[in-house]
């Protein structure tokens, strides 16, 4: 049984993405990890980032970006395929540049892979999700952050990443470009495992937050779409209030640690119960999806109902 990794990012290091540590975080149960590295600012530091961890396992394909072809997100998916599409190994494990895996989940995650190697109806295998959201011991757990998601996928050449690369479908026939279709597609048979994913995008230094919530809207909305609707907006991200988000009381990935303890924005959050953040409300905070919030969580025991699930439970 042969395991690839693979991931794709561009920018990374100037929008504050942990992508060398995502990578180290599951090195040891990989025989490959491909990193498809886009066309980059030239002050952008990832490659030799990348390069200090000197390991052979690791590839690069550097690659253009085409926000124009691959509009309203689907770059990110289409980038992600390149990454897929140059992997050997049976199963294929995508992480995201700000997502890391803690060393205590590696023999799980192997030896589930191990156990499902030569059963051709199951195509993935599914994770939970650790959503970090303004500092590194509080995390998100409201209505609209997607709890579970696919992470690893059998080597198919009709499974391919999905609308902007959070999660995988297989597409017989694929164009390779729609990256958005429904018909004809298929949600893959998945188990799940009993793993976390510590999903960091939403810790960042607040100017930081700020250039990558721009830098994600050009790709899903264009450039002189993101220019107009940062137009009037601060050059630092409100993070909101704080107050009420679940406290972490486990441990990070022995990866992340040099990474942490570079936090220093502490004075610019807010933990008042009366805070009122100066921009639009983001989903989370909405009315409707406190009240989802508040039945899953204090009604339903925890289980997320009212949510999409882009996959099949095998059995």
Same mark, same amino acid.
């Given at each position: 049984? !042969? @395991?690839?990794?693979?991931?794709?990012? !561009?920018?990374?290091?100037?929008?504050?993405?942990?992508?060398?540590?995502?990578?180290?975080? %599951?090195?040891?149960?990989?025989?490959?990890?491909?990193?498809?590295?886009?066309?980059?600012?030239?002050?952008?530091? &990832?490659?030799?980032?990348?390069?200090? @961890?000197?390991?052979?396992?690791?590839?690069? &394909?550097?690659?253009?970006?085409?926000?124009?072809?691959?509009?309203?997100?689907?770059?990110?998916?289409?980038?992600?395929? %390149?990454?897929?599409?140059? $992997?050997?190994?049976?199963?294929?494990?995508?992480?995201?540049?700000?997502?890391?895996?803690?060393?205590?989940?590696?023999?799980?995650?192997?030896?589930? $892979?191990?156990?499902?190697?030569?059963?051709?109806? %199951?195509?993935?295998?599914?994770?939970?999700?650790?959503?970090?959201?303004?500092?590194?011991? =509080?995390?998100?757990?409201?209505?609209?952050?997607?709890?579970?998601?696919?992470? &690893?996928?059998?080597?198919?050449?009709?499974?391919?990443?999905?609308?902007?690369?959070?999660?995988?479908?297989?597409?017989?026939?694929?164009?390779?470009?729609?990256?958005?279709?429904?018909?004809?597609? #298929? /949600?893959?048979?998945?188990?799940?495992?009993?793993?976390? @994913?510590?999903?960091?995008?939403?810790?960042?230094?607040?100017?930081?937050?700020?250039?990558?919530? !721009?830098?994600?809207?050009?790709?899903? =909305?264009?450039?002189?779409?993101?220019?107009? %609707?940062? /137009?009037?907006?601060?050059?630092?991200?409100?993070?909101?209030?704080?107050?009420?988000?679940?406290? #972490? /009381?486990?441990? =990070?990935?022995?990866?992340?640690?040099?990474?942490?303890?570079?936090?220093?924005?502490?004075?610019?959050?807010?933990?008042?119960?009366?805070?009122?953040?100066?921009?639009?409300?983001?989903?989370?905070? !909405?009315?409707?999806? /406190?009240?989802?919030? #508040?039945?899953?969580?204090?009604?339903?025991?925890?289980?997320?109902?009212?949510?999409?699930?882009?996959?099949?439970?095998?059995?």
């Amino acid at each position: 049984m !042969k @395991i690839s990794g693979f991931t794709m990012g !561009k920018n990374v290091s100037k929008l504050y993405y942990p992508m060398r540590q995502s990578i180290e975080s %599951i090195l040891p149960i990989v025989d490959e990890f491909i990193v498809a590295l886009g066309d980059s600012d030239e002050d952008d530091t &990832i490659l030799e980032e990348i390069e200090k @961890i000197g390991s052979d396992k690791i590839k690069i &394909i550097h690659t253009v970006w085409d926000i124009k072809k691959y509009p309203r997100g689907t770059e990110n998916a289409h980038q992600t395929d %390149i990454a897929k599409n140059a $992997c050997s190994g049976d199963w294929l494990f995508y992480l995201q540049a700000d997502e890391v895996v803690h060393e205590k989940y590696l023999d799980e995650i192997y030896n589930k $892979c191990k156990l499902y190697h030569d059963n051709s109806e %199951i195509e993935a295998l599914l994770f939970r999700y650790l959503h970090f959201f303004g500092d590194y011991e =509080h995390y998100n757990n409201y209505h609209s952050w997607y709890p579970k998601e696919i992470r &690893i996928v059998k080597n198919n050449p009709d499974i391919h990443s999905y609308i902007s690369a959070q999660s995988f479908r297989r597409i017989p026939d694929f164009d390779g470009k729609n990256y958005r279709q429904k018909e004809g597609t #298929f /949600k893959l048979n998945i188990v799940e495992i009993e793993a976390y @994913i510590y999903h960091y995008g939403w810790v960042r230094p607040p100017e930081y937050m700020q250039k990558k919530s !721009k830098a994600l809207n050009t790709i899903h =909305h264009g450039i002189e779409k993101a220019g107009e %609707i940062y /137009k009037n907006e601060s050059e630092t991200f409100d993070y909101g209030n704080l107050s009420k988000l679940p406290k #972490f /009381k486990g441990t =990070h990935p022995k990866v992340m640690k040099k990474w942490i303890e570079q936090f220093d924005w502490a004075d610019k959050l807010h933990f008042e119960k009366n805070y009122i953040p100066n921009r639009p409300k983001m989903k989370f905070e !909405k009315l409707r999806y /406190k009240i989802a919030t #508040f039945i899953e969580q204090k009604i339903l025991g925890g289980n997320y109902y009212f949510g999409s699930k882009n996959w099949k439970k095998w059995k």
